[in-house]
């Protein structure tokens, strides 16, 4: 509005506005820049952005500074971002995840305290207490309508991500170029919440101006060293002067990367660039456990939280005792780096068989940088992974949240997977216990496989065929196909047949292959309308209201490599479209494709 207002004096062009602004500042401007020449209305639609006078306004360009792109993930994180992949408007929301509870409790506080909450019930769009009493009260979460409407409305209208995807049914458009920085030891809005948007920009809009920072600042524990921070200052400054004020050159895009050191009085490392996150990594150090390890509920050392807790602990440079915490928490050791060491610049991966019992199971991950000479550890990334209650079993891959860090010779990597990481993420309400079986950890290195100085245990990245590995030729994703001829539909019954080609990895490891084969195969049938909205088939035979196409009701088929669904359920006269979607033991769907999908017609 203010800027309308200076358009309509005469003091500005229009076309030409800059949107910045740091954590909450910083989802704004990604929030304007998705929008860019829109505005949203109380309802959910958009209508172009005009001046009070009637001129129409634009952003030129953006940079978010520690924003997020998922405002539901970014606190109640479930552990389904994986850097290699695009997200689904579904993957981050479904399960509900775990509270950042030191974070979310004071940032509850500090509102209580310095500002105005509308009173319990009164506002059900801005119901801050009761939202914050449910939440902090846990689980359980799914199934319960107040907690599925809390996401829905923070997604649907404080989410930039969800916005670029169009996933509420708004239509999709190009954002204003935009340069986004976040930080690998931000534990509330980690780098991640920037790669998220940045994969789906880049696969959505390809030529579409784009540019990563990523650094040791943030909210705590980032360290924001004043040279970091004059770099960052610097980058923003050059990009507005180019896309905004149109006198300087075109400036860099890609990715650039500081890393963390400590002490806080050393200079970060690098910057290393690359014109694209995967491409930052080019190396895994990559290691395997064949044994069982167990996790369970009540475990873990209190103390060790605390220092590292973002809000009361010791910041990112805080060490502990390296002795592992015992029974209960599941500890892997790689062996000491070697030579000059490497470089973790990336998501370090886990992929492992999970054999859950009890309830609300959840998994908090730490790798540390362990110092033999000290007999201490640094905390170098971590993560949260909420078990999903209606597949807690098998194959299961996550990620930590990005980190930086060097491995110096005759360091240890050391992954600790334990039931919480209180107070920093909300322990569970439930009992439960989780077997840990045939564990694999990748390490995403900026050390170039087989260069001079890379020592010899940096490889080449494994293909992204399930979660915990990246991408290479090899086929990522099951191919589901509907057989034509076998599928037709009555009045009274609908028929569908078809298979399922599983792509299995032939030089990836056992329980790599194990994790690409097919868990379940599911069906929907609907009729598609104008604006991606659809009517989904009922088993009652009825169909839904008119809702976004992206919120499917699907059936479970019988089978797997060859499955068929027979559904007494009558098609009115009409037209219907048909889809199927497979779905492997590590949870990679199958590609939509022509194959997959069929229309049919009743008569």
């Given at each position: 509005?203010?800027?309308?207002?200076?358009?309509?004096?005469?003091?500005?062009?229009?076309?030409?506005?800059?949107?910045?602004?740091?954590?909450?500042?910083g989802?704004?401007?990604?929030?304007?820049?998705?929008?860019?020449?829109?505005?949203?209305?109380?309802?959910?639609t958009?209508?172009?952005?005009?001046?009070?006078?009637?001129?129409?306004?634009?952003?030129?360009?953006s940079?978010?500074?520690?924003?997020?792109?998922?405002?539901?993930?970014?606190?109640?994180?479930?552990?389904?971002?994986l850097?290699?992949?695009?997200?689904?408007?579904?993957?981050?929301?479904?399960?509900?995840?775990?509270?950042?509870?030191?974070?979310?409790?004071?940032?509850?506080?500090?509102?209580?305290?310095?500002?105005?909450?509308?009173?319990?019930?009164?506002?059900?769009?801005?119901?801050?207490?009761?939202?914050?009493?449910?939440?902090?009260?846990?689980?359980p979460?799914?199934?319960?309508?107040?907690?599925?409407?809390?996401?829905?409305?923070?997604?649907?209208?404080?989410?930039?991500?969800?916005?670029?995807?169009?996933?509420?049914?708004?239509?999709?458009?190009?954002?204003?170029?935009?340069?986004?920085?976040?930080?690998?030891?931000?534990?509330?809005?980690?780098?991640?919440?920037?790669?998220?948007?940045?994969?789906?920009?880049?696969?959505?809009?390809?030529?579409?101006?784009?540019?990563?920072?990523?650094?040791?600042?943030?909210?705590a524990?980032?360290q924001?060293?004043?040279?970091?921070?004059?770099?960052?200052?610097?980058?923003?400054?050059?990009f507005?002067?180019?896309?905004?004020?149109?006198?300087?050159?075109?400036?860099?895009?890609?990715?650039?990367?500081?890393?963390?050191?400590c002490?806080?009085?050393?200079?970060?490392?690098?910057?290393?660039?690359?014109?694209?996150?995967?491409?930052?990594?080019?190396?895994?150090?990559?290691?395997?456990?064949?044994?069982?390890?167990?996790?369970?509920?009540?475990?873990?050392d209190?103390?060790?939280?605390?220092?590292?807790?973002?809000?009361?602990?010791?910041?990112?440079?805080?060490?502990?005792?390296?002795?592992?915490?015992?029974?209960?928490?599941?500890?892997?050791?790689?062996?000491?780096?070697?030579?000059?060491?490497?470089?973790?610049?990336?998501?370090?991966?886990?992929?492992?068989?999970?054999?859950?019992?009890?309830?609300?199971?959840?998994?908090?991950?730490?790798?540390?940088?362990?110092n033999?000479?000290?007999?201490?550890?640094?905390?170098?990334?971590r993560?949260?992974?909420?078990?999903?209650?209606?597949?807690?079993?098998?194959?299961?891959?996550?990620?930590?949240?990005?980190?930086?860090?060097?491995?110096?010779?005759?360091?240890?990597?050391?992954?600790?997977?334990?039931?919480?990481?209180?107070?920093?993420?909300?322990?569970?309400?439930?009992?439960?216990?989780?077997?840990?079986?045939?564990?694999?950890?990748?390490l995403?290195?900026?050390?170039?496989?087989?260069a001079?100085?890379?020592p010899?245990?940096?490889?080449?990245?494994?293909?992204?065929?399930s979660?915990?590995?990246?991408?290479?030729?090899?086929?990522?994703?099951?191919?589901?196909?509907?057989?034509?001829?076998?599928?037709?539909?009555?009045?009274?019954?609908?028929?569908?047949?078809?298979?399922?080609?599983?792509?299995?990895?032939?030089?990836?490891?056992?329980?790599?292959?194990?994790?690409?084969?097919?868990?379940?195969?599911?069906?929907?049938?609907?009729?598609?309308?104008?604006?991606?909205?659809?009517?989904?088939?009922?088993?009652?035979?009825?169909?839904?209201?008119?809702?976004?196409?992206?919120?499917?009701?699907?059936?479970?088929?019988?089978?797997?490599?060859?499955?068929?669904?027979?559904?007494?359920?009558?098609?009115?006269?009409?037209s219907?479209?048909?889809?199927?979607?497979?779905?492997?033991?590590?949870?990679?769907?199958?590609?939509?494709?022509?194959?997959?999908?069929?229309?049919?017609?009743?008569?």
């Amino acid at each position: 509005y203010v800027s309308g207002l200076l358009a309509d004096a005469g003091l500005i062009d229009p076309q030409r506005i800059g949107a910045t602004g740091e954590s909450y500042g910083g989802g704004v401007s990604l929030a304007l820049a998705t929008l860019k020449d829109r505005i949203m209305n109380p309802d959910g639609t958009l209508a172009p952005w005009k001046s009070p006078g009637g001129a129409s306004l634009r952003i030129a360009a953006s940079s978010p500074v520690i924003p997020w792109s998922d405002l539901v993930y970014s606190l109640l994180p479930n552990g389904r971002t994986l850097d290699y992949q695009i997200a689904s408007p579904t993957t981050d929301l479904s399960p509900i995840g775990v509270s950042k509870q030191s974070y979310t409790a004071g940032l509850f506080a500090l509102g209580a305290a310095k500002g105005y909450y509308a009173p319990p019930m009164a506002n059900p769009e801005a119901d801050i207490t009761t939202w914050f009493g449910l939440i902090n009260a846990g689980e359980p979460y799914d199934g319960n309508p107040p907690a599925d409407s809390i996401v829905a409305q923070i997604a649907r209208f404080h989410s930039s991500y969800y916005l670029l995807d169009g996933a509420y049914g708004t239509a999709k458009e190009a954002p204003a170029p935009s340069l986004i920085a976040n930080g690998f030891t931000d534990d509330l809005f980690p780098v991640d919440e920037a790669i998220r948007y940045y994969n789906l920009e880049r696969s959505l809009y390809p030529s579409n101006p784009i540019a990563l920072f990523a650094f040791d600042g943030g909210h705590a524990r980032g360290q924001n060293k004043s040279a970091d921070t004059a770099r960052l200052s610097s980058r923003i400054q050059g990009f507005f002067d180019h896309y905004v004020r149109g006198s300087e050159a075109q400036p860099p895009l890609g990715v650039s990367a500081l890393t963390e050191t400590c002490p806080a009085s050393a200079p970060s490392g690098g910057p290393f660039t690359a014109p694209s996150w995967d491409a930052l990594h080019p190396g895994d150090v990559d290691f395997s456990a064949h044994g069982t390890e167990r996790i369970m509920s009540g475990t873990g050392d209190p103390t060790i939280a605390k220092t590292i807790d973002p809000v009361a602990g010791g910041g990112a440079c805080a060490t502990t005792p390296s002795r592992d915490q015992g029974a209960g928490v599941a500890t892997y050791r790689l062996p000491p780096a070697t030579g000059s060491g490497y470089t973790l610049l990336g998501s370090p991966t886990v992929l492992a068989n999970l054999t859950v019992t009890g309830t609300f199971g959840q998994v908090a991950s730490r790798l540390w940088d362990v110092n033999p000479a000290t007999g201490t550890q640094t905390l170098v990334a971590r993560g949260i992974y909420r078990i999903d209650s209606a597949h807690p079993n098998g194959m299961q891959g996550f990620q930590l949240h990005p980190g930086a860090w060097h491995y110096a010779a005759g360091h240890v990597p050391k992954l600790e997977l334990l039931a919480q990481d209180s107070p920093y993420a909300r322990m569970s309400n439930g009992t439960f216990s989780i077997v840990v079986n045939d564990l694999q950890l990748r390490l995403p290195v900026h050390e170039l496989p087989g260069a001079p100085g890379t020592p010899a245990v940096v490889g080449r990245p494994l293909p992204h065929s399930s979660p915990g590995t990246r991408v290479s030729a090899c086929r990522m994703r099951p191919v589901a196909r509907i057989s034509k001829r076998r599928t037709h539909a009555s009045s009274q019954r609908v028929w569908v047949f078809g298979t399922v080609t599983e792509r299995p990895c032939a030089h990836a490891s056992s329980a790599v292959r194990r994790g690409q084969r097919i868990a379940r195969v599911t069906v929907s049938i609907f009729r598609n309308f104008p604006r991606a909205r659809c009517q989904f088939l009922l088993r009652s035979g009825k169909f839904t209201r008119l809702r976004s196409c992206k919120r499917s009701v699907v059936f479970g088929a019988r089978g797997t490599v060859r499955w068929g669904l027979s559904l007494r359920a009558g098609l009115p006269h009409g037209s219907y479209l048909i889809r199927v979607d497979a779905v492997d033991a590590a949870g990679r769907h199958s590609r939509r494709s022509a194959a997959a999908a069929q229309r049919i017609s009743v008569r």
